[in-house]
Nanobody, 118 residues
Framework: QLALVESGGGLVHNGGSLRLSCAAS????????MGWHRQVPGKQRQLLAL??????SYADSVKGRFAISRDNAKNTLYLQMNNLKPEDTAVYYC?????????????WGQGTQVTVSS
């Protein structure tokens, strides 16, 4: 029952930077992992970055350019995006994973548009 709200998207030139934020309605300490996905119309959502405890992982397409971080005190997840390229244009989604005894519960944000111009 955790609401996630992304912000920080917008229009940026090729090579520019943006920082996305994902504000949670409650504590994110309970979440085993949090991450960022993106989706282009007509295509499947793709996992970009994941943070589990202090460990981060990235898709090859964004490795070295994007950085995921989490501020538990602010209940906020971040995605710092540098050296943006036109192919990064997509809707970016925040998510969290809560592990419970019998399985997993996923939380998703509404998405924020990122557009990178040539």
């Amino acid at each position: 029952q955790l609401a996630l709200v992304e912000s920080g998207g917008g229009l940026v030139h090729n090579g520019g930077s943006l920082r996305l934020s994902c504000a949670a309605s409650g504590s994110i300490v309970r979440l085993y992992s949090m991450g960022w996905h993106r989706q282009v119309p007509g295509k499947q959502r793709q996992l970009l970055a994941l943070i589990t405890g202090g460990t981060t992982s990235y898709a090859d397409s964004v490795k070295g350019r994007f950085a995921i971080s989490r501020d538990n005190a602010k209940n906020t997840l971040y995605l710092q995006m540098n050296n943006l390229k036109p192919e990064d244009t997509a809707v970016y989604y925040c998510y969290g994973i809560e592990l419970r005894g019998a399985g997993v519960h996923e939380y998703w944000g509404q998405g924020t548009q990122v557009t990178v111009s040539s």
